[in-house]
C-alpha cells in the first residue's frame, strides 16, 4: 500500500477485481494528487477503459516513455445540457467551452487552453483552428479539430496544414514539435493506419 493514499482510497479500490485496474488507478491518484472523491469520479467515470489498450501497459507500470497522445482517452466524454436539437461543430465547440476544465481533463494531464477558432493567415485567407490548446508536461501546442462526421482522410490533411502553420510561425525553439487531434462523431481506423504522421491521433466523442 502506497503511503500517499488514504485509507478513503483503498477502500474504493478495494471494490476493483482487476489487479491492473487497480495499479492504473493508484498511479493517477498519486499523480495527479486526487483527493478519494475525485478518484471516485474517474473511476465512475471509467476512464481505465478509455484508455487506448496499446498504451495501458505504460501507464499502468508507469512508463515514463509515455507520450501526451497515450493520455487521451476514447471516447471523449462531452456534457450536453440537451438544449441543442441539432449538434453542429460549433454547438459542439460551444459544449466544450462551456465545461472547459472537463474537456482538459478527458485529454490527460498537463493540458491548457489557449483560445477557440485561432485565426492564422495562410497567403490572403484566413483559416481557424477550432481549439488551440498548449500541454506544459510536454512542452508542446495541440491542435483541436472537430468532426461531426466519421473521419475522413482530408481531416488529416486539414490538421496537418494547421500542426505545420503553428510550428513554423508560433512554436519557440525551446518547444517540441506541435500535435494534433481530431475528434470525430467516427472514427475510421484505416484512415489513421495509413497516416504517415504519428503526431496525429483521432478520438470519438460522447455527448452526455
Known amino acids: 500500500m502506497r503511503s500517499q493514499l488514504s ?7 478495494l471494490s476493483i477485481n482487476d489487479d491492473d485496474k487497480i495499479v492504473y488507478y493508484i498511479n493517477v ?12 469520479t474517474r473511476i465512475k467515470n471509467c476512464e481505465y477503459e478509455r484508455i487506448p489498450k496499446e498504451t495501458k501497459n505504460k501507464l499502468v507500470y508507469n512508463n515514463q516513455n509515455s507520450s501526451i497522445l497515450d493520455l487521451v482517452k476514447n471516447p471523449i466524454i462531452i456534457k450536453s445540457n440537451d ?19 472537463s474537456f482538459l481533463e478527458e485529454l490527460g494531464n498537463g493540458f491548457a487552453f489557449v483560445k477557440n477558432e485561432y485565426k492564422i493567415k495562410m497567403g490572403n485567407t484566413f483559416n481557424y483552428i477550432d481549439l488551440l ?6 512542452n508542446c501546442f495541440v491542435v483541436v479539430e472537430l468532426k461531426i462526421s466519421e ?3 482530408e481531416h488529416i490533411g486539414q490538421v496537418q496544414i494547421y500542426m505545420n502553420y503553428i510550428d513554423e510561425n ?36 460522447e455527448l452526455i
Open 133 to 138: 490548446l498548449f500541454n506544459y508536461d510536454y
Open 83 to 101: 438544449k441543442y436539437e441539432l449538434v453542429t461543430e460549433k454547438v459542439l465547440q460551444k459544449l466544450i467551452l462551456e465545461d472547459i476544465p
Open 7 to 13: 485509507w478513503s482510497h483503498y477502500r474504493e479500490l
Open 170 to 205: 508560433i512554436r519557440r525553439i525551446n518547444q517540441d514539435k506541435t500535435i494534433g487531434i481530431i475528434i470525430c462523431k467516427q472514427d475510421n481506423n484505416y484512415v489513421i493506419k495509413y497516416c504517415s504522421d504519428k503526431r496525429i491521433i483521432s478520438r470519438e466523442y
Open 29 to 40: 491518484a498519486i499523480y495527479d494528487n486526487l483527493g478519494y472523491r475525485e478518484l471516485i
Open 151 to 153: 473521419l475522413k482522410k
